[in-house]
């Protein structure tokens, strides 16, 4: 127990559904990330927010579509997905986003599952 | 060519052995991270470095900056290490990722 949580584990979603993914943390952190890993592929790193300011987007496609609240909580909204976005997300936490450090040691969420059909 | 190499790909071992995974890298970084993946996809972050070594319990990293090299070392090696370790690199306010080292541990 890594004290970030992922719901829900698993998703099965339409081409034409919307749906989204939710991340909390209970660390006390101030940042906290969202990554995809594709099966085959290296982890990639989505959106970084920290101090719930978005610092990070590696040219994610509009479609997916993060947000932010509160330092405790992550959103992922998907909508018009496609089959090849079929992959593992990742959310993961850690201390703020120092100039002269960058990114902290991060703890991971478990992780949701999701499959487009 | 992927910024960040893990070898070897694939590893097993015998309960008991010692086991090197090692990390090459082409860009400049801020620090290294070495994760632990298991079976389920949960990741837990072994160790962050920026210089020298650091160990935790049976697990010892070490770093050349110099030469981009990293390896993860685990001694006494026991099935429950049976997992994918995987390389991340921070380059600025970046991650990059090694393809991953999947190590299964017989007993």
Not at chain 1, 31 to 57: C, D, G, H, I, T
Not at chain 1, 59 to 80: A, D, K, Y
């Amino acid at each position: 127990e890594t004290g970030v949580t992922q719901t829900p584990r698993h998703l099965v979603m339409g081409m034409t559904n919307k749906k989204s993914l939710k991340c909390e943390q209970h660390l006390g952190h101030n940042a906290m990330y969202w990554y995809k890993q594709s099966a085959k592929k290296p982890l990639e790193l989505m959106f970084v927010y920290s101090l719930e300011e978005r610092v990070e987007n590696n040219s994610v496609p509009s479609r997916f579509s993060p947000e932010c609240p509160n330092s405790s909580h992550l959103f992922l909204h998907l909508h018009t997905l496609q089959p090849e976005d079929s992959a593992l997300y990742l959310c993961a936490s850690s201390r703020p986003i120092r100039s002269d450090r960058g990114y902290d040691e991060q703890y991971f969420g478990p992780g949701t599952r999701l499959t487009v059909t | 060519k992927n910024e960040v190499e893990q070898s070897p790909q694939n590893l097993t071992a015998q309960e008991g052995e010692f086991i090197t995974i090692n990390c090459s890298y082409s860009v400049g970084i801020s620090a290294l991270h070495w994760l632990q993946q298991h079976p389920g996809g949960g990741i837990v972050s072994l160790f962050m470095l920026s210089s020298g070594k650091k160990k935790h319990g049976r697990l010892i990293a070490t770093i050349n900056i110099q030469e981009k090299h990293s390896s993860l070392h685990i001694t006494a090696s026991h099935p429950r290490d049976s997992a994918v370790y995987i390389c991340a690199v921070r380059v600025n306010n970046d991650m990059r990722f090694g393809a991953g080292t999947r190590l299964t541990v017989k007993p």
